[in-house]
């Protein structure tokens, strides 16, 4: 049977010989294995993401909206160890949080009191500039609301944009998007589009288009295919404008 790094599954101890390597991403593989709570498709995102906003933003307090189990907030933790601690924020926190954080902990001890857990709204999280703010699978309106509220306070972020439902989240918010990597901003609100390439305004943002994070060999730390080409638009008010793209050659 082949192993679909996008499946839905639960990885289990049975499936820790398939990260047999002493790399970060094969540690952390085993490690969430002996938990044997977390769906196999989040630890290669996560683990995509993770390591993408890391070659932008170094330090800073992570933030993880939306966080879930908080696997992505640890993955920032253990690639830059400048970070000194990480709040994850859900509505609903998945009661299999803490078997992850405890398995992790235990791989890596120094991570304990570093995680704080938090069932919230986004809206009374308080932000601070040094923050660096991350989100996968924001869903639908979330996004610009994670962008907004980073936004208001110069912090750091980066989102892994999902779907956007127009009846349920209006078509105004898509409307006029190009499909250039950065091709139009408009000041009062970002806006994106699950199919185009991202464009957002404010503080120093990165977006990712989750349908190009696909891994390439099922058995190793995810990669992209040759011809998917992940774009990464970044805006940083008070210094140059640029957008630049992360191709498969970059590791």
Known sequence: MSFSPSS???????DVERFPGDTLFDRIGRAVCAAGVLPRRELYEAWEVARRVRRRFKGGRVIDIAGGHGLLAQMMLLLDRSSPNAIVVDRVLPP?????????????????????????DLGTVSLEPGDVVVSSHACGALTDAVLERASEVRARVAV?????????????????????GLSRVDAAHPRYHHEQEPVVAGGTIACMNRRRLTPSRPNSSPRLRSRQVSHVGLRTLGRSRHSASISASER
């Open 8 to 14: 839905r599954a639960r990885l289990t101890e049975h």
């Open 96 to 120: 299999s949080h803490v078997a992850v954080h405890t398995a992790l902990v235990g791989a890596w001890p120094h991570l304990a009191g570093t995680v704080t857990f938090i069932e919230a």
């Open 160 to 180: 892994l944009p999902c779907c956007h439902v127009v009846p349920r989240n209006g078509a105004d918010a898509i409307r006029g998007v190009g499909t250039t």
